[in-house]
């Protein structure tokens, strides 16, 4: 049994900052890399950004320069500095882990955490 849970989400600011994390826990043997996507209404869910274990990461391009992950291996944890946000960030963020639970390797999510720019 693997969960992520996800903090952080609410109502910012257009040009505000908001922080998100997500702590994995359960039967994990290995995780290979952790991540945000995120879904806004009438759109697919999309890559925000994503972190390997050994640091590698990966952005996308409307995110990159404001948005910066970062990864704790030793808790099982990552985090999203979100910077200079705007109407376009609105969505459900969701983190995923790309993890071997048991002998199983997959990719687990959370349940998701709103986020709302407005003013």
């Known amino acids: 049994q693997v969960e992520l849970v996800e903090s952080g989400g609410g109502l910012v600011q257009p040009g505000g900052s908001l922080r998100l994390s997500c702590a994995a826990s359960?039967?994990?043997?290995?995780?290979?890399?952790m991540g945000w996507y995120r879904q806004a209404p009438g759109k697919q869910r999309e890559l925000v950004a994503r972190?390997?274990?050994?640091?590698?990461?990966t952005y996308a391009d409307s995110v990159k320069g404001r948005f910066t992950i970062s990864r704790d291996n030793t808790r099982n944890t990552v985090s999203l500095q979100m910077n200079s946000v705007n109407s376009e960030d609105t969505a459900v963020y969701y983190c995923?882990?790309?993890?071997?639970?048991?002998?199983?390797?997959?990719?687990?999510w959370g349940q998701g955490t709103q986020v709302t720019v407005s003013s």
């Open positions: 972190i390997t274990s050994g640091g590698a990461t």
């Open positions: 359960g039967s994990i043997r290995s995780i290979y890399a």
């Open positions: 995923y882990g790309d993890l071997t639970a048991g002998f199983v390797r997959g990719d687990y």
